[in-house]
């Protein structure tokens, strides 16, 4: 397997990078521990109907220096276990620094972010 992920399968369930300091993203390695990055708050639930089919692929594809853009039969699920939102699209933040986390609000053009992308 890629050890970046890049366009590789990887499992039903994975944990996406949020802090942005990650080595293996769009996948979280642990680095938020040794970044201090602290997670703020848990997102609100947003009603959401339930997808056609909870399987199937999805695509993971990083922005250059911004986030990351998902598309497919995707549920967000917080550290809790609370379905969030249920979506075939999703535009997730990777620099850590949004205040409506796990979606992008754009703060990562004003914090100077840095990434491989597209």
Not at 22 to 33: V, Y
Not at 78 to 107: F, H, I, M, V
């Amino acid at each position: 397997m890629d050890p970046s992920g890049a366009g590789q399968p990887d499992g039903c369930r994975a944990t996406l990078c949020r802090c942005g300091a990650s080595q293996r993203k769009p996948w979280c390695d642990g680095s938020h521990a040794a970044a201090g990055f602290a997670a703020t708050g848990e997102p609100s639930t947003k009603e959401s109907k339930p997808l056609a089919a909870r399987d199937g692929p999805l695509d993971i594809a990083p922005t250059r220096d911004g986030p990351l853009h998902v598309t497919g039969n995707l549920e967000l699920v917080s550290g809790t276990g609370r379905t969030l939102n249920r979506a075939s699209e999703a535009w997730l933040c990777r620099c850590g620094q949004s205040g409506n986390k796990p979606y992008c609000d754009g703060s990562h053009a004003g914090a100077g972010f840095k990434a491989d992308g597209a």
